[in-house]
């Protein structure tokens, strides 16, 4: 079955650092990777996802995400945090042997940015 | 911007009433997903479709629930006699294509079983 793992329930970082919030993943083959946002009372954004090519994907306000085959991670980064970053975060596969039919998401993290 | 939009934003029903919840995706898409989210938790999926028909479903979707695109627009998830445990935000999404295309979601309805 293919899942997907964020192992942090929470990251505190302050405003003008570098932020990760990691996701392993265990599936079958090449899966395809997405990161998305939610605020408060709000739906789901999507943030960046990787498919093939390039390692380091950029997505939306800033955030990007470095593909691992090697370690099955894509882990989400920002080189500085700005406290509207504040949200939670899920990384989701699509995976090769469900015919990439559906997105799975993890758990998710919150990420707390302090002034 | 196109978006994907959800009624009601939040219903309240008794329990074992039915419900009904809408959903009228981006036009141009052709995937249609069902998800839901307990108490700002784990995002779980429901239910694909596609070409009016599901596509895939987990199991949490039993034969309480149903879904149908009655007129090519609106996207609908039913559930049929709700159980406390169906309190939740429902998230629909759609999207262009099924494999490498992400998903574009709702802003949700929110579900309160009695």
Not at chain 1, 8 to 22: F, R, Y
Not at chain 2, 29 to 50: A, T
Not at chain 2, 93 to 109: D, I, K, V, Y
Request: hydrophobic share 35%.
């Amino acid at each position: 079955a293919q899942s997907v793992a964020q192992p942090e329930d929470q990251v505190n970082v302050a405003e003008g650092n570098p932020l990760t919030v990691k996701c392993t993943y265990s599936v079958s083959g090449n899966p395809y990777l997405f990161w998305y946002v939610q605020y408060p009372n709000r739906g789901l954004q999507f943030l960046l996802k990787y498919i093939t090519g390039d390692n380091l994907v950029k997505g939306s306000y800033g955030f990007e995400a470095e593909f691992n085959k090697s370690q099955t991670s894509f882990h989400l980064k920002k080189p500085s945090a700005l406290v509207s970053d504040s949200a939670l975060y899920f990384c989701a596969v699509r995976a090769p042997n469900t015919g990439f039919q559906k997105l799975v998401f993890g758990t998710g993290t919150r990420l707390l940015v302090s002034p | 911007e196109p978006e994907v939009t959800q009624t009601p934003s939040h219903q309240v029903t008794q329990m074992g009433q039915e419900v009904i919840l809408r959903c009228v995706p981006i036009s141009n898409h052709l995937y249609f997903y069902w998800y839901r989210q307990i108490l700002g938790q784990k995002v779980e999926f429901l239910v694909s479709f596609y070409n009016n028909e599901i596509s895939e479903k987990s199991e949490i979707f039993d034969d309480q629930f149903s879904v149908e695109r009655p007129d090519g627009s609106n996207f609908t998830l039913k559930i049929r006699s709700t159980k406390l445990e169906d309190s939740a935000m429902y998230f629909c999404a759609s999207s262009p294509e099924s494999r490498t295309g992400e998903l574009f979601f709702g802003e949700g309805s929110r579900l309160t079983v009695l």
